[in-house]
């Protein structure tokens, strides 16, 4: 069973940044992509940013572009979610998730969730 774990959430100023961190468990992390998606309250779940195994390939939305990272370190089987440049609309719950290996590729599993709330 694969559990995903988010952390790094809190209360920011607009401008500000944050870090989110979400471990997950299992000895075969690096063979997968991973997501951070992210749901404001009354909105559906986006996308945010994505991952493939090794690090080398990112995807972004277009809201995110140029002022979050997402990085991975699968010696701690860890994924990362550097935002800066924080805005009052990215407000939301974020959540990472893994991505299956055989299609239609979703995302399989899911963490609790982190809030991230960002004060104007």
């Known amino acids: 069973q694969v559990q995903l774990v988010e952390s790094g959430g809190g209360l920011v100023q607009a401008g500000g940044s944050l870090r989110l961190s979400c471990a997950a468990s299992g000895r075969t992390f690096s063979s997968y992509g991973m997501g951070w998606f992210r749901q404001a309250p009354g909105k559906e779940r986006e996308f945010v940013a994505g991952?493939?195994?090794?690090?080398?390939?990112?995807t972004y939305a277009d809201s995110v572009k140029g002022r979050f990272t997402i990085s991975r370190d699968n010696a701690k089987n860890t994924v990362y979610l550097q935002m800066n440049s924080l805005k009052p609309e990215d407000t939301a719950v974020y959540y990472c998730?893994?991505?299956?290996?055989?299609?239609?590729?979703?995302?399989?599993?899911w963490g609790q969730g982190t809030q991230v709330t960002v004060s104007s």
């Open positions: 991952i493939n195994w090794s690090g080398a390939d990112t």
């Open positions: 998730a893994r991505k299956s290996v055989v299609p239609p590729y979703k995302y399989d599993y």
